[in-house]
């Protein structure tokens, strides 16, 4: 092995896979999607869609957050992490995390439920646009990701 190779543990299908090289391809556009390319010519791909059931709530509103996720191989041990809606004191209203196993070519749907908080300047929410990152994760390495935005209105 050169000095140069970097050894990064990772696991693939439950196994511990000695990783010598890491190559990340980002696609442009709105849905942020990366594969993760392995030495071993195997590539993970997650496809991910969200979407709130309206683009415009009103103070203490349930919202909903449908998210719809493929992959092109089985993939286990993934994270699902929700995090948006920043208030004006500096803390998300949304942090959620779930751990998710992909079966190669299956379309696996989760929902998220919360009450939305009142909308008004005491509460930290006031009447503005806000947003939520919605990402797939394998450890820290973001496979992919998806924003999305809405009103509060009080």
Request: charged share 30%.
């Given at each position: 092995?050169?000095?140069?190779?970097?050894?990064?543990?990772?696991?693939?299908?439950?196994?511990v896979?000695?990783?010598?090289?890491?190559?990340?391809?980002?696609?442009?556009?709105?849905?942020?999607?990366?594969?993760?390319?392995?030495?071993?010519?195997?590539?993970?791909?997650?496809?991910?869609?969200?979407?709130l059931?309206?683009?415009?709530?009103?103070?203490?509103?349930?919202?909903?957050?449908?998210?719809k996720?493929?992959?092109?191989?089985?993939?286990?041990?993934?994270?699902?992490?929700?995090?948006?809606?920043?208030?004006?004191?500096?803390?998300?209203?949304?942090?959620?995390?779930?751990?998710?196993?992909?079966?190669?070519?299956?379309?696996?749907?989760?929902?998220?439920?919360?009450?939305?908080?009142?909308?008004?300047?005491?509460?930290?929410?006031?009447?503005?646009?806000?947003?939520?990152?919605?990402?797939?994760?394998?450890?820290?390495?973001?496979?992919?990701?998806?924003?999305?935005n809405?009103?509060?209105?009080?």
């Amino acid at each position: 092995m050169s000095r140069y190779s970097k050894y990064i543990i990772g696991s693939l299908l439950g196994v511990v896979v000695v990783i010598s090289a890491w190559q990340f391809i980002i696609s442009a556009g709105d849905d942020k999607e990366t594969e993760v390319s392995y030495p071993d010519n195997v590539i993970e791909s997650v496809e991910i869609e969200a979407s709130l059931n309206k683009d415009e709530f009103t103070s203490n509103e349930e919202a909903v957050l449908d998210i719809k996720l493929k992959s092109n191989k089985n993939s286990g041990s993934l994270i699902i992490e929700v995090e948006g809606m920043l208030s004006r004191f500096g803390n998300y209203y949304f942090e959620e995390k779930k751990n998710v196993s992909l079966k190669a070519g299956n379309e696996e749907k989760i929902s998220i439920s919360k009450k939305l908080p009142a909308c008004s300047t005491c509460s930290g929410f006031p009447e503005d646009e806000y947003e939520l990152d919605v990402k797939v994760k394998r450890g820290e390495y973001v496979l992919a990701e998806k924003s999305i935005n809405f009103n509060l209105t009080p």
